[in-house]
Structure formats: C-alpha cells, structure tokens
C-alpha cells in the first residue's frame, strides 16, 4: 500500500516545488528496506552531471551530482541524493509508522538520475536499475568500449588527463582520463581506458560528466533488493521503457 501511496506523492509533488503534509495527526506505516551488500568503496568520485533526460521530447537540461563508489571487486555509479533517500529509508524502516514529518523529508530528496549502476569489476558484469514507474532491474556484460587515444592534455583537479574518443549507442563520446589513478572505470558504464575517467561528454552535448571531487571515505557498495523490484531482461526492460516512459 505504501508504494502506491508514495506513487501518488511523487506525482503530485511535480506540481509543487515543496512536498508538504500540513496534518500534525498524519501517519502511515512503513514498508520494507532491504538491501544486499556487495563491496566497500575504497574511493569515491564526485561528478556533475548535466544531460538532457529526453532528447526526443526536447525535455531541458536536468543538473545533478552522481557519485562512483569504486572497491576492490565492485563499483556503483548512482545520484548523490539517491543514498541519501536510502538512508532515510532504513532509518524508517525500523519504526513502525512514519508521521507527516518524516514523509515529507523522505519525499523532498530530489533524485534526478534514476539509474544504479552496479559492476562487477573481476566478471565484467553489470546489474542495472532504472526507474519506469516503478524500479526495473536487468543484467547484462560490461560494454567493450573501442576507445581512440588522442594526443590532447587538459588538467582536471589537479590531475593531468589525456583525451580518448569512442562511439557508444549512435553518440559520439570524448573522455578525459587520468593515469595518475590506476583504475580504468568511470562514470555510468564507461570504463576500460589506462587510467580514471575524469571528464566525459558526448558530441552533441546531451550528457556531460566532470569530476569535482575526490574521497577516500569507506562507503557500502549495495543494491536495494526488495522483493517489488521488477527484474527482467535487458530487452523486456527497453521495450516496458519504450511503453511505459
């Protein structure tokens, strides 16, 4: 029931700036949090992220701040704000109920990205959730990315990057990279350059990630992994996308 109570305040609250519940006697019960656990991150990446959500329906540019949790067998790639919504919801998930107060804190993280990107680093292994009115989940292999090296240098926190040119589903991509960090991952599924992706955007200026901050915080590196979570096939998810979206 609470799902598609939550639903119902999603919806409404694009009609508003804030999400309010102004009844001090409003409560609801909790629904279930569960997670699995997969990696510690060793560091994390902070990216701005700027992307146009839908380029067919000439949607304006969203804004974010995504995170890569990068560990020694895992690494996931997910919107700031969306472990701060799973936080939120842990924390409630231990109460009984939730009053007016609290659902209006939970309802007010504002999750631009919705995809979770989870990979597995050894197995090249990718598991994905997407939000299509509801959180679909697939699994596929790790893109094989047939970069270009380029001769170009551009510093990016104090690190020296090199360029790398690939094509990835019809768009042209220019990444910058660090060798300075002996990782071949990156933001989203770009991955599989001889250093960290810094930098990427496409030619057509519809996704652009840039690092702005670097960490060593030991993080949990998990999926959300409730049992109303819808998972299929990469093309049952595309064509529920295509339905649904």
């Keep these: 029931m609470k799902f598609y109570l ?8 694009v009609f508003h700036a ?17 997670v699995e656990n997969y990696d510690t991150s060793l560091y994390n990446v902070y990216y701005r992220l700027e992307f146009v959500p839908d380029v067919a329906r000439k949607e304006l540019k969203k ?15 997910s919107d700031v704000k969306q472990l701060k919504s799973d936080s939120l919801s ?34 090249r292994k990718i598991t994905y959730q997407g939000r299509i009115k ?19 240098t551009k510093t990016i926190l104090g690190y020296t990057c090199k360029k790398a040119t690939v094509k990835f589903k019809g768009r042209d991509y220019v990444a910058w990279f660090t060798d300075s960090i002996s990782s071949n991952n990156g933001p989203y599924k ?24 670097i960490d ?25 996308e295509k339905k649904l979206s």
């Design 6 to 13: 939550i639903l119902f305040f999603l919806t409404a609250s």
């Design 18 to 34: 804030q999400f309010r519940i102004d009844n001090p006697n409003f409560s609801m019960k909790t629904s279930t949090y569960k």
């Design 63 to 77: 804004e974010s701040v995504c995170i890569l949790q990068v560990g020694k067998d895992y690494s996931k790639f």
């Design 90 to 123: 842990e924390k409630y998930s231990h109460q009984k109920e939730v009053n007016g107060k609290e659902l209006e804190a939970l309802m007010n993280i504002n999750v631009v990205f919705h995809p979770v990107i989870l990979k597995d680093i050894s197995k």
């Design 134 to 152: 509801g959180i679909y989940q697939y699994q596929e292999e790790q893109p094989d990315f047939k970069w270009k090296l380029e001769k170009d």
């Design 190 to 213: 770009f991955e599989g350059l001889p250093g960290l992706i810094l930098e990427l955007t496409d030619t057509g200026n519809e996704f652009h990630f840039v690092a702005i901050a």
């Design 216 to 240: 060593k915080k030991n993080l949990p590196i998990y999926l959300r992994s409730e049992d109303r979570i819808l998972r299929v096939t990469k093309d049952k998810y595309r064509e529920v």
